[in-house]
């Protein structure tokens, strides 16, 4: 397979400042040496996008879909070769790589779409005498920041209404995962997108380079997908030139099993709300906060059916269970679990670092009490910690006893007890009886300390939209 490895700016591919190596978490080698962006390859970045916007603001919205209608079908056409890239970067097994570029395909598909259907208004001001106007308009010169966990999704995600609305753009991906971007935007190229109107760069100098870009009067919008923590730094950044920003950041999700819940079914959503992605996602299911009467019978099945996965590099036939990014991470892991054991929890799977390379932790559950620390952290990891609870309420408070709010999971064969449950949790997305939403004709994000703001669906595009109001005197 041949690999790009330079950044792109202003429709050509360039070299920068240096290279940073790109690690296969499975085997720890090096798989490809990228190049990383300076100081000046980020301000020609910004340049690009910046003379860009004039016309691509203007091209004709049909123009615009029908490049990111081409941009689906390459993405869908050469899914075989991303998946391999996303698996062999990141670490997660090869279906789960291959979901996600069908996920992250959608976006372009979807917000082809979308890109012809941006309303406006017309309407009576209340006195008669005036109009009222309402339109839509791209804002400008936007900075996609993405994580290393989805990286053509979370991409994909921003890029597609960002060109369907008519912004130009800069993406820069996870210094674990650039490999997957740069394919990504090689397809955006051969898709038709203008010189310009995307440009891809990795900084060596995460922090202080961003900093700069945020601070450039020319960049207008910030789209970010990445931890809370780093949310509240970029936040901070963005307030200096009053930048408009989406945040979508970590999570924390209870999945909670009512004792009327049908737990065959319960056991089934929850490995795939927990193990998707080896528990890598922000929509993971984090607290498996059970009813007391069910809790032996789900944590039996539920051990039973991790400690079936296969765990092996993400390309090997028949994986379920790949590494996670890095050792790094893995550690954190690790750390997590080591924690929660000494805090009381008791393991009922898993729970031990493998000796050996290669980032991997196995599937772990762990029974713990309301107090035990790992409630209180995103695991990021193939580990389930089951907590129980005796009435409804406080089931829902134990769901709700968190910073954050993305999503959530509910069990229960009583649909008014599912939704008044789901009206009463605090999170921007909840999934009755299903182990995973996610949907790029749905709006995805989360309230508290999750995020600002919703990709996909309807409201994705006007994240990179201004609403203009013309007053007419009649
Ligand atoms: P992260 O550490 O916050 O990094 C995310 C991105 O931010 C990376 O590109 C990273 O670049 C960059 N970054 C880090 N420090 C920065 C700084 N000071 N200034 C500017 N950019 C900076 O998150 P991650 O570990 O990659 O991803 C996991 C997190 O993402 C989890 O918390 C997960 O829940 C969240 N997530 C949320 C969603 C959602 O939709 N809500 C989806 C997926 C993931 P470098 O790699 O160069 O450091």
Redo the contacts with the bound molecule.
């Keep these: 397979m041949q690999l790009k490895t330079d950044l792109y700016i202003d429709g050509a591919w360039v070299k920068g400042d240096g290279t940073l190596p790109v690690t296969d978490p499975a085997t720890g080698s090096v798989i490809a040496e990228v190049a990383t962006a300076g100081e000046k390859e980020c301000d020609a970045a910004i340049a690009a996008a910046d003379r860009a916007f004039k016309t691509w603001s203007k091209t004709a919205p049909r123009v615009r879909a029908e490049i990111l209608r081409k941009a689906f079908e390459l993405m869908i056409a050469e899914s075989d070769n991303l998946a391999k890239i996303i698996s062999m970067e990141n670490g997660k097994v090869f279906t789960d790589a291959k979901g996600e570029i069908a996920y992250a395909a959608e976006f372009f598909r979807w917000f082809s779409e979308e890109a012809v259907r941006t309303p406006g208004d017309f309407r009576t001001a209340p006195a008669g005498d005036k109009r009222i106007l309402v339109t839509h308009q791209p804002i400008g010169v936007s900075l996609l920041?993405?994580?290393?966990?989805?990286p053509a999704a979370?991409a994909t995600?921003k890029i597609g209404p960002a060109l369907a609305a008519g912004c130009t753009m800069i993406l820069?991906?996870?210094?674990?995962?650039p490999l997957t971007a740069i394919a990504i935007i090689d397809i955006l190229e051969r898709a038709g997108v203008p010189k310009g109107v995307v440009n891809y760069i990795?900084?060596s100098k995460?922090?202080a380079?961003?900093?700069k870009i945020?601070h450039d009067p020319r960049v207008r919008n910030l789209s970010?997908?990445?931890?809370?923590?780093?949310?509240r730094?970029?936040i901070k950044?963005a307030a200096d030139n009053v930048l408009r920003t989406s945040?979508?950041?970590?999570?924390n999700a209870p999945f909670v099993v009512f004792d009327d819940a049908n737990i065959d079914d319960a056991v089934a959503g929850a490995m795939i709300a927990k193990m998707r992605n080896g528990g890598?996602?922000?929509?993971?299911a984090n607290r498996f906060i059970v009813a007391k009467s069910v809790a032996q019978e789900f944590t039996t099945k539920f051990a039973k059916a991790m400690g079936a996965l296969k765990v092996a590099p993400g390309l090997d036939e028949g994986a379920q269970l790949g590494a996670s990014?890095s050792i790094k991470?893995r550690n954190k892991i690790a750390d997590l679990v080591d924690e929660s054991v000494k805090a009381g929890g008791k393991l009922e799977l898993g729970g031990k670092t493998p000796d050996g390379v290669g980032a991997f932790y196995p599937a772990t559950v762990i029974s713990v009490d309301a107090k035990n620390p790992i409630l209180n952290n995103?695991v990021?990891g193939p580990v389930a910690p089951v907590v129980t609870f005796d009435t409804d309420e406080e089931g829902i408070a134990l769901a709700n006893a968190t910073e954050y709010g993305?999503i959530s999971y509910i069990y229960s064969s009583d649909l008014k007890r599912a939704i008044r449950t789901a009206e009463a949790i605090e999170s921007g997305m909840v999934a009755i009886n299903r182990g995973v939403i996610s949907d790029p004709a749905a709006p995805?994000?989360?309230v508290k300390q999750?995020?600002l703001g919703r990709?996909g669906g309807f409201d994705g595009i006007h994240e990179f939209l201004e609403t203009k109001y013309i007053g007419v005197e009649i």
Excluded at 145 to 150: A, D
Excluded at 247 to 251: H, Q, R
């Design positions: 920041i993405t994580p290393w966990n989805f979370m995600r820069k991906p996870a210094s674990e995962t990795l900084p995460t922090g380079m961003i900093s945020l970010f997908t990445g931890s809370t923590e780093v949310g730094v970029l950044e945040m979508e950041l970590g999570g890598a996602a922000c929509t993971a990014v991470e995103e990021f993305l995805f994000g989360g999750s995020g990709e």
